[in-house]
């Protein structure tokens, strides 16, 4: 009888382990994804998230799931994809401020403590008010904050985001200080327009796409936006160069894994974003937005982030952020 029962272990094991075999031998994905987004929900970096995961998962054929991490102007978010499990189970959208946040001693991780694996969306930034805000130029704001320096607070992102720094790098080009828009920090976008529809600061730097449903239900307007051509989706809105300002900058997204993922789960990750940014579900949540789609592979991405890292610590020393 123990014989038997021997012989019926051994089966049942190694029945067991051939199954094991077959489950770690399962193509990439097997079971469903999770992208994590380092700013608030309804933002832009979870906006496109959203979009993006919604094409993702006919392209991979499992579901794909957004979580929001905030914290720490993009820290604990950028923290968590770094520190998942490398298996291709969790990646994340990461932003602009991981090629800011070391150069102003916040954290000490860099864009070297992930695997890029394909950017998709670039997004200038844009200068935005209420509806009954007293300028209806950029001219008359301009105008106003030189008359009442530091009267007037800003918001958009973390102190040191990108926002801020568009905010830093605009007053540079107009030769005021930094104090003469002071900033009020917040976790992204979206609790930043809440606060200005509430009268708790007076203009909000973001893109033009995080604030395009308030723009088109009229309850804000938007002075400029800080790129080298106006946004096709809203061709009246002026860009700083035309009035005279040279000044440019914007937020790029785009997904990051932990290091040492496995090459093929990059690879499938890699391909099926390729497909997911020309799919016509992708366009249409985004475009009518005002969303900027800008794809680029894994090795360009990668490129990108080294050159994106440098401009960035220049910028921040040039108008007194970096550390």
Request: hydrophobic residues 45%; charged residues 20%.
């Given at each position: 009888?123990?014989?038997?029962?021997?012989?019926?272990?051994?089966?049942?094991?190694?029945?067991?382990?051939?199954?094991?075999?077959?489950?770690?031998?399962?193509?990439?994905?097997?079971?469903?994804?999770?992208?994590?987004?380092?700013?608030?929900?309804?933002?832009?970096?979870?906006?496109?998230?959203?979009?993006?995961?919604?094409?993702?998962?006919k392209e991979l054929g499992q579901p794909v799931q957004v979580v929001n991490r905030t914290g720490g102007g993009g820290v604990v978010g950028h923290l968590a994809i770094a520190q998942a499990r490398p298996d291709g189970?969790?990646?994340?959208?990461?932003?602009?401020?991981?090629?800011?946040?070391?150069?102003?001693?916040?954290?000490?991780?860099?864009?070297?403590?992930?695997?890029?694996?394909?950017?998709?969306?670039?997004?200038?930034?844009?200068?935005?008010?209420?509806?009954?805000?007293?300028?209806?130029?950029?001219?008359?704001?301009?105008?106003?904050?030189?008359?009442?320096?530091?009267?007037?607070?800003?918001?958009?992102?973390?102190?040191?985001?990108?926002?801020?720094?568009?905010?830093?790098?605009?007053?540079?080009?107009?030769?005021?200080?930094?104090?003469?828009?002071?900033?009020?920090?917040?976790?992204?976008?979206?609790?930043?327009?809440?606060?200005?529809?509430?009268?708790?600061?007076?203009?909000?730097?973001?893109?033009?796409?995080?604030?395009?449903?308030?723009?088109?239900?009229?309850?804000?307007?938007?002075?400029?936006?800080?790129?080298?051509?106006?946004?096709?989706?809203?061709?009246?809105?002026?860009?700083?160069?035309?009035?005279?300002?040279?000044?440019?900058?914007?937020?790029?997204?785009?997904?990051?894994?932990?290091?040492?993922?496995?090459?093929?789960?990059?690879?499938?990750?890699?391909?099926?974003?390729?497909?997911?940014?020309?799919?016509?579900?992708?366009?249409?949540?985004?475009?009518?937005?005002?969303?900027?789609?800008?794809?680029?592979?894994?090795?360009?991405?990668?490129?990108?982030?080294?050159?994106?890292?440098?401009?960035?610590?220049?910028?921040l020393k040039a108008v007194g952020l970096a550390k």
């Amino acid at each position: 009888m123990q014989e038997l029962f021997g012989v019926a272990r051994r089966a049942v094991i190694l029945a067991l382990s051939l199954l094991g075999g077959l489950a770690l031998g399962q193509a990439y994905p097997s079971r469903p994804i999770t992208i994590i987004v380092p700013w608030a929900a309804g933002g832009g970096t979870d906006l496109v998230a959203r979009a993006l995961a919604t094409v993702l998962q006919k392209e991979l054929g499992q579901p794909v799931q957004v979580v929001n991490r905030t914290g720490g102007g993009g820290v604990v978010g950028h923290l968590a994809i770094a520190q998942a499990r490398p298996d291709g189970y969790t990646v994340g959208m990461g932003t602009v401020e991981i090629t800011m946040l070391h150069w102003m001693g916040v954290t000490p991780l860099t864009y070297r403590d992930f695997t890029p694996i394909a950017l998709v969306n670039y997004d200038a930034a844009a200068i935005t008010v209420r509806k009954d805000a007293p300028w209806n130029s950029l001219e008359d704001f301009i105008a106003d904050v030189r008359r009442n320096p530091g009267r007037y607070k800003a918001s958009g992102t973390a102190r040191g985001g990108i926002w801020d720094l568009a905010r830093a790098g605009f007053l540079k080009a107009l030769g005021l200080p930094e104090s003469a828009i002071p900033w009020v920090p917040s976790q992204g976008a979206s609790p930043a327009l809440q606060e200005l529809l509430a009268g708790g600061v007076d203009v909000v730097f973001n893109s033009l796409a995080e604030v395009s449903a308030l723009l088109k239900a009229g309850q804000v307007k938007t002075l400029a936006v800080m790129a080298e051509n106006r946004n096709p989706e809203f061709p009246d809105i002026p860009t700083l160069k035309e009035r005279g300002i040279n000044w440019t900058i914007g937020a790029w997204r785009g997904i990051m894994g932990p290091k040492g993922m496995p090459p093929a789960a990059v690879n499938r990750l890699e391909a099926a974003i390729a497909k997911a940014v020309q799919d016509p579900e992708f366009i249409a949540l985004l475009k009518p937005g005002g969303f900027g789609i800008r794809y680029l592979s894994r090795q360009e991405f990668a490129h990108s982030l080294e050159q994106e890292d440098k401009k960035m610590g220049e910028l921040l020393k040039a108008v007194g952020l970096a550390k």
